[in-house]
């Protein structure tokens, strides 16, 4: 299985500053030119809300504060200035194969 | 609106059964892989099962294989795990969600979860 693995388990961040989130894969999810990985935010008490697909194309509504990059094994969740709305727990996920995996979560706070 | 309704969450012993559904709506259900996605108390997120859209094909987190199965009935827009053998560590909220349709790795809709607990 493809093992994902996030750093930092938390951040504080404070309002309007930049918040970035890394994500590490234990082999490569590049295939046919597109990087099979996503992000999840998740508040308290909902459930996850897909941010990021292809790595770094943003989902439809999804604010443009919030950026995905990176390629292969290592990539980056970024929130360009951090807003009281999106302290949350940030998930990166991949889907190369059949079994997809998850991160172990990032939980994002004020500062 | 898309929806996605969870329902037969519970309080089960273990070893005992359970059945959870999922009823989808706002959306052509069949041009969708479909899964579930699990999250232990205070833990994070734990893929379980998917099925491809005409329920050709079904995969399994290693932990659940042989225990649980993953059906979709497409007339009636719903998507089932039969849950059998269960065991604390399946003590989770479970999640119906729906694949993106370019990219059927990622999940686009999630429902709002039902809760199984397994205690004797």
């Known amino acids: 299985d493809i093992v994902m693995t996030q750093s930092p388990d938390s951040l504080a961040v404070s309002l309007g500053e930049r918040a970035t989130i890394n994500c590490k894969s234990s082999?490569?999810?590049?295939?046919?030119?597109?990087?099979?990985l996503a992000w999840y935010q998740q508040k308290p008490g909902q459930p996850p809300k897909l941010l990021i697909y292809?790595?770094?194309t943003r989902e439809s509504g999804v604010p443009d504060r919030f950026s995905g990059s990176g390629s292969g094994t290592d990539f980056t969740l970024t929130i360009s200035s951090l807003q009281a709305e999106d302290v949350a727990v940030y998930y990166c996920q991949q889907y190369y194969d059949s079994w997809w995996t998850f991160g172990q979560g990032t939980k994002v706070e004020i500062q | 609106e898309v929806q996605l309704v969870e329902s037969g969450g519970g309080l089960v012993q273990p070893g005992g059964s359970l059945r959870l559904s999922c009823a989808a709506s706002g959306f052509t259900f069949n041009n969708h892989w479909m899964s579930w996605v699990r999250q232990a108390p205070g833990k994070g997120l734990e893929w379980v099962a998917n099925i491809k859209e005409d329920g050709s094909q079904q995969y399994y987190v290693d932990s659940v294989k042989g225990r649980f199965t993953i059906s979709r009935d497409n007339a009636k827009n719903s998507l089932h795990l039969q849950m059998n053998s269960l065991r604390a560590e399946d003590t989770a909220v479970y999640y119906c969600?729906?694949?993106?349709?370019?990219?059927?790795?990622?999940?686009?809709?999630w429902g709002q979860g039902t809760l199984v607990t397994v205690s004797s």
């Open positions: 969600t729906r694949s993106h349709i370019t990219a059927a790795g990622c999940k686009d809709y």
């Open positions: 292809w790595a770094s």
């Open positions: 082999q490569s999810v590049l295939s046919n030119n597109k990087n099979y």
